[in-house]
């Protein structure tokens, strides 16, 4: 069965750079056709998608957060990373780690539990 | 940009109840629409794909319809364990994905 864990700060300061790592068991993170991705939910708000990495590394991000975003991803370790930079409060959320693709292309079928991460000085 | 606008964003019905949500799209998207479930503290859950076709696991009291712009799941007997947030989801644009605002469930 395929398991996702998110880890990294829980607390950031505003301007800092968030880092989040997401680590996949279960399977491997090179098999092809899925991508891995990075979606949050700020409190008590709806889904927002961030972006993926595919299993080839090529890596596409919400354009509204394209600037700040890098997804990437460590095959040695079989997981992936998220780094959002400068943040401010707006980016507090839970942050999820998830699975697309396969027979289901476009469905995230396989989710970590995710991660809080609150943006405060 | 695909919106997706979902209604209502809450309802609350009696257990054994049939409950609709609507999915619009802002633009023809096929059947590129998924639904996804989530309890609170949860991480979202897919239940449906392709508008229509049920995930593995998922109880058959649980459907999707629709193409083109206009979607519906519907919960055809509301039972306790149901209470969630609902979230539809669009993929006509791989890689760019985008969810509709939520429809959250609760018991009369």
């Known amino acids: 069965q395929l398991q996702l864990q998110e880890s990294g700060s829980g607390l950031v300061k505003p301007s800092q750079t968030l880092s989040l790592t997401c680590a996949v068991s279960?399977?491997?993170?090179?098999?092809?056709?899925?991508?891995w991705s990075w979606i949050r939910q700020p409190p008590g708000k709806g889904l927002e998608w961030i972006g993926y990495?595919?299993?080839?590394?090529?890596?596409y991000y919400n354009p509204s957060l394209k600037s700040r975003v890098t997804i990437s991803v460590d095959r040695s370790k079989n997981q992936f990373s998220l780094k959002l930079s400068s943040v401010t409060a707006a980016d507090t959320a839970v942050y999820y780690c998830?699975?697309?693709?396969?027979?289901?292309?476009?469905?995230?079928?396989?989710w970590g539990q995710g991660t809080l991460v609150t943006v405060s000085s | 940009d695909i919106q997706m606008t979902q209604s209502p964003s809450s309802l609350s019905a009696s257990v054994g109840d049939r409950v609709t949500i609507t999915c619009q799209a802002s633009?023809?998207?096929?059947?590129?629409l998924n639904w996804y479930q989530q309890k609170p503290g949860k991480a979202p859950k897919l239940l449906i794909y392709?508008?229509?076709n049920l995930e593995t696991g998922v109880p058959s009291r649980f459907s999707g319809s629709g193409s083109g712009t206009d979607f519906t799941f519907t919960i055809s007997s509301l039972q306790p364990e149901d209470i969630a947030t609902y979230y539809c989801?669009?993929?006509?644009?791989?890689?760019?994905?985008?969810f509709g605002g939520g429809t959250k469930v609760e018991i009369k």
């Open positions: 392709d508008a229509s």
């Open positions: 998830a699975r697309e693709g396969g027979s289901k292309e476009g469905g995230f079928d396989y």
């Open positions: 990495i595919y299993h080839s590394g090529s890596t």
């Open positions: 633009q023809d998207i096929s059947n590129y």
């Open positions: 989801q669009q993929y006509d644009n791989l890689p760019r994905v985008n």
């Open positions: 279960g399977g491997s993170i090179s098999s092809g056709g899925y991508s």
